[in-house]
């Protein structure tokens, strides 16, 4: 037995032939538990393949598949005072403000773009819930009116993706103050005539919901999203009631009146050019962006000698 070739050599080439796995290739659906690769999740716009559970994705995913050819431009977002109340919990304010644009990558819980989507130009604002549970500060409210006076300097409809748990406890007051200044921003665009759509994912709760999140003029929601003021835990431990199954999500809240449509993620993109283009008064969008089919001479020739 030549103990080189049988085990040293095989031993030396497993080491040097070694690859490293990259780590996060797989990722698990909240719902069902499947393990999903998470190319083909970030493929299926992170909407579980197996059970269809509709997870989180950040504003720039969803940009990303909203606009024609994934191009848009952000508009500017005045940056507010940083931490007008030296708040400290755990942690100081700025220390989570710090992680979470780690974490995220972002600057902060809201990002606003201008584009095309179905050859119609939006100005499109959304947020983000892995920054601080997408919680309304004084730069989302900044970012909703900016996104407001972007709208109605270019006479564009608005479309906002919410997803909060609330508004940020660290401002206080200061955050629950964007609730009227965004009621103010909506108003805006009503009086400019222009359209305003709400999209509500999951979860929309809290001061988001009491304020610009329900104001639209028309309301779509995700399957199963969770919307409400106060959460179903709370209520139960109030009225000390076992709630309806299905209380306060999205198909819930669409057979009781408080919503338009519910619609999956994939045929989001379609069911705004839609809606959009009708608010507007255009014509239909032409199925795969092809120009439209121009007159048949003969057919018109035929209506001319017939009338």
């Not at 085990?7 to 032939?17: C, D, G």
């Not at 848009?72 to 100081?92: G, I, N, R, S």
């Not at 709760?205 to 610009?212: D, F, I, L, P, R």
């Not at 819930?252 to 449509?261: E, I, K, S, T, V």
């Amino acid at each position: 037995m030549n103990w080189i070739s049988n085990y040293v050599r095989p031993r030396i080439n497993s080491i040097f032939s070694r690859r490293e796995v990259p780590e996060n290739l797989w990722t698990k659906c909240d719902n069902c538990g499947t393990m999903l690769f998470h190319r083909e999740l970030s493929e299926n716009l992170n909407v579980c393949t197996n059970c269809d559970h509709h997870m989180v994705i950040t504003p720039r995913e969803r940009f990303g598949a909203l606009f024609d050819g994934g191009i848009y431009t952000e508009v500017p977002v005045p940056e507010p005072v940083a931490d007008p109340l030296q708040f400290c919990d755990q942690k100081k304010y700025p220390d989570r403000m710090k992680d979470a644009r780690k974490k995220t990558g972002e600057v902060e819980a809201m990002l606003v773009a201008e584009g095309e989507i179905g050859r119609t130009p939006i100005v499109a604002c959304a947020q983000d819930f892995s920054f601080m549970g997408g919680s309304m500060s004084m730069f989302v409210g900044n970012a909703i009116i900016a996104a407001a006076e972007r709208a109605v300097a270019l006479g564009r409809p608005l479309i906002l993706f919410s997803a909060a748990g609330g508004a940020r406890m660290q401002e206080g007051i200061l955050g629950l103050m964007q609730m009227p200044r965004s009621t103010i921003a909506v108003d805006m665009l009503k009086e400019a005539g222009l359209p305003y759509i709400v999209v509500l994912t999951h979860p929309t709760t809290g001061g988001v919901t009491a304020s610009y999140a329900m104001l639209g003029d028309v309301h779509i929601a995700e399957p199963n999203a969770l919307i409400c003021f106060a959460g179903p835990r709370v209520i139960e431990q109030t009225i000390r009631e076992k709630l309806p199954e299905g209380f306060q999500r999205a198909e819930y809240l669409l057979d009781h009146g408080m919503l338009d449509r519910v619609t999956h993620r994939k045929d989001m993109k379609e069911e705004l050019v839609t809606i959009t283009r009708m608010l507007l008064g255009l014509d239909p969008a032409i199925k795969g962006d092809l120009p439209p089919p121009k007159p048949d001479p003969i057919q018109a020739e035929k209506t001319e000698t017939e009338a």
